[in-house]
């Protein structure tokens, strides 16, 4: 049975997520089962200071390497339909015929922190909440658009359409243009209430309804598999494509975290952590977001999640990695937490501030800094290490509580993401949030997410009721009393620390504007 609603058959579906630095897919039979999977990377572009784009054609290069992957030994004229899941936020600029004008400028870019002031003075910081369920931050495509209408008019004078990453990719798969709103609340474009796009807000940056796909939900089918795309992917062309979802309801979805109870706290890039809503909540002092789930509302479905944000989780260990320790190889990261593991909790009076790309949740501060604090000459790789990934997740911890001002207090954390993988890190977390921690067994939570809403397209199963039967965790892990305690001495050092140093980020950020020679920054 799959989801108690039909017999398993030998019909395949196909899932694909387009990450932020990675794209995952995984193949599944209508039961479960995997079948095949595979992964891609492409890189992170950083053109100056704040900046961070992609290249839509190296996504789509991506996509093709990992579908091969995912599909050998399997017969692809079995596979059913096709679902997608993507990150958030991004911007796509379109031309008349559907092609890219420009590099993707995607979510972790911090451009337009003017545009995001103008904005929120243009339609009032309070409406702004109320329309679409949290602040406006840097890296949505509102405040993107606006600062390519303000800074490149002439490129903005060639834009037909404005697309989000995932949206991008089903153009090519069926060259149909669509969304839906779970991907539509992160552009901070959508009415959250009305799942529709807000007229008010469009009409602050300077859009229409024109520039922006129609709006479906995340389990209608949105087109078939165009033939030159299917010779490109190997597979037959007609196959069904399903609308899809964003990355973190989708990764909700394949996390079976569907009911208010349990919260789903993802260490991927970014951190994210999300519960499930039967409604709109708004947290009056704009730290958390309300977005639209991948589940239309009504009945027992939570049409919508609240969710804190972090900019940089992977982002920030990847940086120590490559950047600072230069720590090449497949177990690059097992040799890192190996190190990680010697020093002690609290990592010798080491605190990290992991705000390399600014942050989201609670400070909403474009311009915020990394920090590493205390450091002397005793401290090596155990203790920077350690740091990091308590920085981290304390980070997200300071997420957590604004969450829990709102009202919001599930009982249950599912652990996911590549950052999840890690025995140790798993215990920092069950330590730091003083919670047990559950580890969900698969790290491809969002790709299991789009092959649920295929199967739902074609009306193979109910997704909310499969995901709680597909989903599979690891045991417990318990926090420890003492560790616990002391990590709630370092946390305190370490928000003192943001509340300290926040007036000197924007000095540092000039002089680090200055020193690169940047000028008005360019979207290449």
Do not use: N
């Amino acid at each position: 049975m799959v989801g108690g609603t039909m017999k398993a058959d030998s019909r395949l579906l196909l899932g694909i997520d387009l990450g932020t630095s990675s794209v995952k897919v995984l193949l599944t039979t209508t039961d479960g089962p995997a079948a095949g999977r595979g992964t891609a990377e492409y890189d992170i572009l950083i053109p100056g200071p704040g900046r961070a784009e992609q290249e839509p054609e190296a996504w789509w290069g991506a996509v093709r390497a990992a579908v091969a992957r995912a599909l050998a030994g399997s017969d692809p004229r079995q596979i059913a339909a096709i679902g997608l899941s993507g990150q958030m936020h991004g911007t796509v600029l379109l031309d008349e015929v559907g092609l890219p004008l420009a590099r993707a400028i995607i979510w972790p870019d911090q451009r337009s922190g003017r545009q995001v002031d103008v904005l929120t003075g243009m339609i009032g910081r309070e409406r702004l909440l109320q329309i679409i369920g949290g602040p406006l931050a840097t890296g949505f495509m509102a405040p993107t658009v606006r600062w390519i209408r303000d800074e490149r008019p002439e490129l903005w004078a060639r834009v037909r359409y404005a697309v989000l990453p995932k949206d991008y990719l089903r153009l090519r798969l069926t060259g149909e243009l669509a969304s839906e709103p779970s991907d539509g609340s992160g552009t901070a474009l959508l009415d959250e209430r009305r799942r529709d796009w807000s007229d008010e807000v469009l009409a602050a940056v300077g859009l229409t309804r024109d520039h922006l796909p129609p709006l479906r939900e995340s389990a209608s089918l949105a087109g078939t598999l165009l033939p030159p795309a299917a010779a490109d992917l190997g597979l037959p062309p007609g196959i069904p494509v399903v609308t899809g979802a964003a990355d973190t309801p989708c990764g909700m979805l394949g996390a079976g975290v569907v009911a208010p109870d349990a919260f789903l706290m993802t260490l991927s890039t970014g951190g994210q952590l999300a519960v499930p809503a039967a409604e709109v909540r708004i947290d009056p002092l704009g730290r958390t977001h309300t977005f639209c789930s991948a589940l239309a509302p009504g009945g027992a479905s939570a049409g919508w999640y609240q969710m804190g944000a972090i900019l940089s989780a992977g982002l920030a260990l990847r940086w120590l990695r490559d950047s600072i320790l230069a720590v090449e190889g497949p177990d690059a990261y097992d040799r890192m937490t190996a190190w990680a593991a010697e020093a002690e909790p609290g990592a010798g009076g080491l605190v990290f501030l992991p705000y390399l790309v600014g942050e989201r949740t609670p400070h909403m501060d474009p311009l915020a800094r990394g920090v590493l604090l205390g450091l002397t000459s005793r401290h090596g790789r155990p203790e920077i290490v350690r740091a990091v990934l308590e920085g981290i997740t304390l980070a997200c911890l300071d997420a957590h509580r604004a969450l829990g001002e709102s009202g919001v207090r599930p009982s249950r954390m599912v652990l996911a993401g590549g950052g999840a993988r890690s025995p140790l890190w798993q215990q920092i977390v069950a330590d730091i949030f003083g919670l047990p921690v559950c580890r969900l067994e698969t790290d491809e939570q969002a790709a299991v997410g789009a092959v649920l809403l295929a199967g739902a397209g074609i009306g193979a199963f109910d997704p909310a009721e499969t995901a709680r039967t597909w989903a599979r965790y690891g045991p417990l892990v318990e926090p420890d009393a003492a560790r616990h305690e002391r990590y709630g001495e370092v946390g305190a050092i370490f928000r003192d620390a943001y509340r300290h140093l926040r007036d000197d980020f924007p000095r540092l950020h000039a002089i680090d504007d200055a020193a690169a020679g940047e000028g008005t920054p360019t979207a290449s």
